[in-house]
């Protein structure tokens, strides 16, 4: 069933006057409805102004843009980065400076539509889409581009990305969409660029957005500097507005901030995980946030036990209904024990 509501769905949600914990979404440190994080972005907003509309190709250039480029490259571990309004920019960005005659495209099972440039559709399983680019290889000239969601929510990628080293990484440029890894995984939120620099890609781009982990509605690219060189001198790039400079402010100097809330992030995993008896109801990353789970009535069931979590076909609605538990940093002890009980008490 869907809501409709008037207000940021932060812990609560008001619904027909009924107060419901919320246990959805994608606000995983909770930083839109934080004071405290509100307070620094107001105050970049009077600074820096509520948008600003320029190319960041034009003659009058702010710095912030490169400030917070340099500051996302050092915690993600990639030589360079750029930024860009939205993650699913950033996606489409990639997908279609890449699309030429020199490359052939693959998409690995679950892989978002925000990557997807033509109607290839995706391999249902890593073994049939290792069988296609092994065979491309042989027979073709062009670079395999291999598209992949880092965090899918089945479990097959992050954290240990095992059934991606069956591909010939060696030979393929990988392009890894890290939306649900950024500020939340690795260490001080850097996602998973340095868990896959490790492995013997040809080349690793990751793309991503910035509004789940990190708050603020902002895309991002990370590469090496002559992939990143390459993508800003494209008319895509010069052609397009970029992120509010205050957003981008704000992720510079909110550095305490996210650090906080990721450890009271993982305080409410491990109270949440830690007595879940019905952990084969759900699929789970360890050191992810979201439980998914495909019981309809477990969802009707929460709803009547006034847990609202998300609920819907995803993308589309022809898709299968993705039901999801997202635990936040804003969730307080009773919120996390009040779902653990009406879980664990099912028979």
């Known amino acids: 069933m869907n809501h409709y509501i008037d207000t940021f769905p932060g812990r609560k949600i008001t619904l027909k006057g009924v107060s419901h914990l919320y246990f959805g979404g994608t606000s995983y440190l909770g930083l839109q409805t934080d004071g405290d994080f509100q307070k620094l972005f107001i105050s970049n907003i009077k600074k820096y102004g509520t948008n600003y509309g320029a190319s960041r190709k034009s003659n009058i250039r702010l710095s912030v843009f490169d400030e917070a480029e340099t500051y996302l490259a050092k915690i993600v571990g990639s030589e360079a980065c750029i930024s860009l309004s939205s993650g699913y920019l950033a996606g489409q960005f990639l997908a279609q400076v890449l699309n030429t005659k020199e490359h052939q495209f693959f998409y690995a099972p679950n892989t978002h539509s925000a990557l997807y440039q ?70 001080k939120g850097g996602g998973v660029y340095s868990i896959l620099a490790k492995l013997k890609i040809k080349e690793l781009i990751v793309c991503g957005s910035l ?32 992120a509010t400079p205050a957003a981008m402010a704000t992720l510079v100097e909110a550095d305490a901030i996210y650090e906080l809330k ?44 006034r847990i609202i979590v998300t609920s819907f076909p995803y993308p589309d609605k022809s898709s299968p209904l993705m039901s999801r538990i997202v635990l936040s940093a804003a969730h307080k002890k009773k919120d996390i024990e009040h779902v653990l009980h009406c879980i664990n008490i099912l028979p």
């Open 118 to 187: 033509s109607k290839i559709k995706s391999y249902t399983t890593f073994a049939t889409l290792n069988i296609a680019v092994r065979e491309h290889l042989e027979s073709n000239k062009s670079t395999p581009v291999v598209f992949l969601d880092s965090i899918d929510f089945s479990g097959c990628n992050y954290p240990d990305f095992e059934a991606l080293k069956i591909l010939p990484l060696e030979d393929i440029i990988l392009v890894v969409d890290d939306s649900h890894g950024l500020g939340i995984v690795g260490k």
């Open 211 to 242: 509004g789940k982990g990190f708050g603020i509605q902002a895309g991002a690219v990370f590469g090496t500097k002559e992939r990143i060189h390459f993508l800003t001198e494209t008319s895509f790039f010069g052609g397009s507005s970029p």
């Open 262 to 305: 990721r450890k009271r992030l993982q305080r409410n995993m491990d109270l949440f995980f830690g007595n879940l008896k019905k952990r084969k109801t759900f699929h789970f990353m360890k050191g992810h946030p979201a439980y998914t789970f495909s019981d309809e009535q477990l969802t009707e069931y929460l709803e009547a036990n």
